[in-house]
């Protein structure tokens, strides 16, 4: 199918044009790789847009992958008393609202057993007052009767819904059980009761923690902490896996012993590639003014020259370029591309030798 889809690729192939810049981009050579969207992926040509990044170096920093406190959940009973249901174990997967367990608990039942006996009393106290107004209003007994009863049926209205208040504080009631639920999204990392124990309120029962994000720490020498800000971009490393974050946090002391300064970034886990308390290592960018920085492999060199091919509505151009340094894999452009264009980082070999005619190693078609 590949070699179909290069049969069928129709190029205009021109020899290179003279010299001359265009809008103050570096020189462009006219000929012009033409190309549709689908033809350059299937292809396998990717790109990649020009943007400006600061050009400090880059610090490579050794990390640790910790909880984010901020989507960790423990799970307590807000009474004593037995576990008589568990509806999720260790590993589980739950929402927020997802039942964890049961509790028999016996100063639920009391509370339960008052509430309904200040319910009929309330109920009761209302009947007496709500007679006693209507003979009062007959004025068949006196206001001091009638205030009498007004007081006691208040009386037993407040203390009923004092108890209701306290009993709903408590969660969710079935029965004389009260049913637990998860705070959050997340795993049940630790189960920490069986059906039957008994439980208190100092009893932690269930470990929750979300790890779509996680908090990686890094440690930098006290040098390198000064070139540290908060909003740097940095990069967390691991085998297979490179994740985006910046930095939000620079600690502000230096430890005693490893004389090294923490830092900290939050990172979104992409199939939760990274698991607490797994080593990796934290690149950190430094600032420095900004400039143009495109990969290394957007860069080939045609007739002594470092040329870029940048995608435009019908394929690809290529177009001279004005070179700085070199920062951690990235070349600096000082001139040739602007912010918003999209170059090629991949099948540039390709492209080269489609609009050179002559392939790697000096041999023409």
């Known amino acids: 199918m590949r070699k179909f889809i290069l049969t069928g690729l129709a190029f205009s192939l021109i020899a290179f044009a003279g010299e001359g810049h265009e809008h103050g981009h570096g020189e462009e050579h006219k000929e012009k ?14 790109l990649y847009e020009v943007k400006r990044e600061p050009t400090g170096k880059i610090l490579k920093l050794p990390a640790e992958v910790r ?3 901020l989507t ?15 509806y999720v174990k260790e590993g589980d997967r739950v929402k927020r609202g997802t039942p964890v367990a049961e509790i028999y608990s016996p100063e639920l039942a009391n509370l339960i057993g008052e509430l309904k006996m200040a319910k009929v009393k309330m109920e009761s106290s209302k009947k007496v007052y709500e007679r006693d107004a209507q003979l009062y209003r007959e004025k068949v007994i006196d206001y001091t009767r009638y205030y009498t009863s007004m007081l006691e049926y208040e009386r037993a209205k407040g203390e009923y819904e004092a108890l209701k208040s306290k009993l709903e504080s408590y969660g969710e009631v079935k029965g004389y059980h009260l049913v637990l ?19 208190g309120l100092d009893r932690e029962l269930f470990e929750i923690h979300s790890h779509d994000t996680v908090w990686i720490y890094g440690w ?12 740097s971009p940095a990069t967390v490393k691991l085998k297979g896996a490179n994740l985006p974050c910046r930095i939000d946090f620079v600690g502000h002391e230096v430890d005693v012993k490893t004389r090294r300064v923490k830092v900290r970034c939050i990172t979104q886990n992409r199939g939760h590639a ?21 990969p290394k492999s957007a860069v080939q060199d045609i007739e002594g020259k470092k040329v870029a091919f940048v995608w435009e509505e019908d394929g690809f151009k290529a177009r001279e370029l004005h070179l700085g340094g070199e920062i951690d894999g990235y070349y600096v452009v000082e001139e040739g591309l602007k912010e918003g264009e999209k170059v090629a ?19 023409a078609h």
Do not use: C, W
């Not at 639920?181 to 439980?199: I, N, T």
């Open 33 to 46: 790789i033409h190309l549709s969207k689908e033809q350059a992926k299937a292809l396998g040509i990717e």
């Open 220 to 231: 930098a020498d006290e040098d390198s902490a000064r070139h540290v800000r908060e909003g």
């Open 274 to 294: 990274l698991k607490p308390g797994m080593f990796v290592s934290l690149e950190v960018k430094t600032g420095g003014r900004k400039a143009i920085l495109i």
């Open 72 to 86: 960790s959940y423990a799970v307590y009973s807000p009474l004593e008393g037995i576990i008589r249901k568990l």
């Open 345 to 363: 980082v991949s099948g540039t070999v390709f492209l080269k030798t489609k609009l050179t005619g002559v392939e790697e190693g000096g041999h």
């Open 67 to 69: 909880e984010n406190p």
């Open 181 to 199: 639920r998860s705070p959050g999204d997340g795993y049940v990392v630790s189960q920490k009761v069986f059906l039957g124990e008994s439980v």
